[in-house]
């Protein structure tokens, strides 16, 4: 069974930076690409990063392009997202995905809620 | 930047038949996927590849293409159908969701 479990979300100042972890399991996590999806209180969904199997090749929305980094460790089976400069608009539980064989999310997290508020 | 267009609410009685639209340029050429997503809780897969429903998904949810827009179909609606629904694609290296469609079934 694909598991997917969130941390480290948190309440943080404006400025302030935060580290997502997502274990995964159930799985072989190397072959398959991630992704974070946030969505802010009350509003739709909004990919946000994505990377690939081996960690090789990554991908940002413009919205967090220069800010945000995401990484994994595939001998730890986790996924992560480095958040820098963090903005009241980055409020937002960030759900961790995976990809299937076409590219596309199939499996999520349950979410871990990031606020940004001084 | 691509975009997704979704109505922003559809609403059935029980038994009648749901449709959802998706709008995107990027449509023709990528696959959509619709994902579920119920009050309080993650989203789930519905639909990949425009059409094709995973395991465990009922039958009453279909998908369909057309052009520029990809369609969701629920069958004999119920209750219990009632969450927002999104559609997704992908093209250069950018993922993409619909804002979001609220399905009231009453």
């Known amino acids: 069974e694909v598991q997917l479990l969130e941390s480290g979300g948190g309440s943080v100042q404006p400025g302030g930076s935060l580290r997502l972890s997502c274990a995964a399991s159930?799985?072989?996590?190397?072959?398959?690409?991630m992704n974070w999806v946030r969505q802010a209180p009350e509003k739709g969904l909004e990919w946000v990063s994505s990377?690939?199997?081996?960690?090789?090749?990554?991908n940002y929305a413009d919205s967090v392009k220069g800010r945000f980094s995401i990484s994994r460790d595939n001998s730890r089976n986790t996924l992560y997202l480095q958040m820098n400069s963090l903005r009241g608009e980055d409020t937002a539980i960030y759900y961790c995905?995976?990809?299937?064989?076409?590219?596309?999310?199939?499996?999520w997290g349950q979410g871990t809620l990031v606020t940004v508020s001084s | 930047s691509y975009e997704l267009t979704q109505p922003s609410s559809v609403s059935v009685s029980p038994g009648q038949t749901a449709r959802i639209t998706c709008s995107g340029d990027?449509?023709?050429?990528?696959?959509a996927r619709w994902f579920q997503q119920k009050a309080g809780q993650a989203p789930i897969l519905l639909i990949y590849?425009?059409?094709e429903r995973p395991s465990g998904i009922p039958e009453r949810f279909s998908g369909s293409s057309s052009g520029t827009t990809v369609t969701l179909t629920i069958s004999g609606a119920q209750v219990e159908d009632e969450a927002d629904y999104y559609c997704?694609?992908?093209?250069?290296?950018?993922?993409?969701f619909g804002g979001g469609t609220k399905l009231t079934v009453l």
């Open positions: 995905t995976k990809n299937d064989y076409l590219g596309g999310p199939d499996y």
């Open positions: 159930g799985f072989t996590f190397s072959a398959y690409a």
């Open positions: 990377i690939s199997g081996s960690g090789s090749n990554t």
């Open positions: 990027m449509l023709p050429k990528k696959y």
């Open positions: 590849k425009d059409r």
């Open positions: 997704y694609s992908a093209a250069d290296n950018v993922e993409v």
